[in-house]
């Protein structure tokens, strides 16, 4: 076995292993700088039907079906099954409502490289770095997701069960009232498709109305640091 074929079966057994890796980790930082290195991998997932997946928004990589293997393997029942983690269906829509609320900000702040509490016209932005997911992903609070989605998504008995099922499956991170990003919220579900659906559809108007909650505070803060600001005058 040659050093690329030997250093491709490593790092995916460890990706088969770990299910994720950060992109910083020295088996995935190889394979993303080595050329003859990335294609060995890929090739070798290939030959078993399955495929990497990573972006440059996202932290972590991860593995998971080709399209032909996809159909095959899941078939009617993966279809109406919705997926392939046993997840009921409320479950799938709170994943999409998490989704939006955290993935399609965060991309648009990393897209135009502003960083949280950053003015958004400062020249030169697209120079600079891209933000890490870490730095631009905003954090939920449990409370305003019962109150705003409950009654949509099972009230709290059924919203809690699926938010563990959420983290167990790396979807999310919580922390107390807080719901963060996931390793795999920003890889397993196919932003190009998804972000047209959510932007021009169902939660166009709940992103719209958030948007605008999120300026309106910024407003009543800039506000009332200038009332109370004695050189205002």
Do not use: C
């Not at 190889?30 to 997946?53: H, K, P």
């Not at 997926?83 to 993935?103: G, H, Q, T």
């Not at 905003?138 to 997701?145: D, Q």
């Amino acid at each position: 076995m040659t050093n690329t074929a030997d250093n491709a079966a490593q790092l995916i057994a460890e990706l088969l292993s770990r299910r994720y890796l950060l992109r910083t980790h020295p088996r995935v930082k190889n394979a993303l700088s080595d050329a003859e290195l990335f294609l060995a991998v890929e090739q070798r997932l290939a030959q078993v039907g399955l495929r990497w997946v990573d972006n440059v928004y996202a932290e972590h990589v991860t593995l998971t079906l080709l399209a032909t293997p996809l159909a095959d393997v899941l078939g009617e029942a993966g279809i109406n099954a919705n997926n392939n983690l046993d997840l009921p269906r409320d479950a799938v829509a709170l994943l999409v409502v998490l989704w939006a609320l955290i993935v399609l900000p965060k991309r648009e702040r990393q897209a135009s490289r502003v960083e949280p509490d950053v003015q958004q016209n400062e020249m030169f932005a697209s120079s600079k770095p891209l933000p890490s997911a870490r730095s631009v992903s905003p954090v939920l609070s449990y409370k305003a997701l019962l109150e705003d989605y409950g009654a949509q998504l099972g009230k709290r008995i059924r919203l809690d069960g699926n938010l563990k099922l959420l983290e167990r499956h790396g979807f999310i991170v919580r922390s107390q009232d807080d719901i963060k990003e996931g390793p795999l919220l920003d890889l397993l579900l196919d932003y190009d498709v998804l972000a047209p659906r959510i932007l021009n559809g169902a939660l166009a108007d709940v992103l719209a109305r958030e948007q605008a909650e999120l300026a309106q505070h910024g407003n009543d803060a800039t506000t009332s640091v200038t009332a109370n600001d004695p050189t205002s005058d």
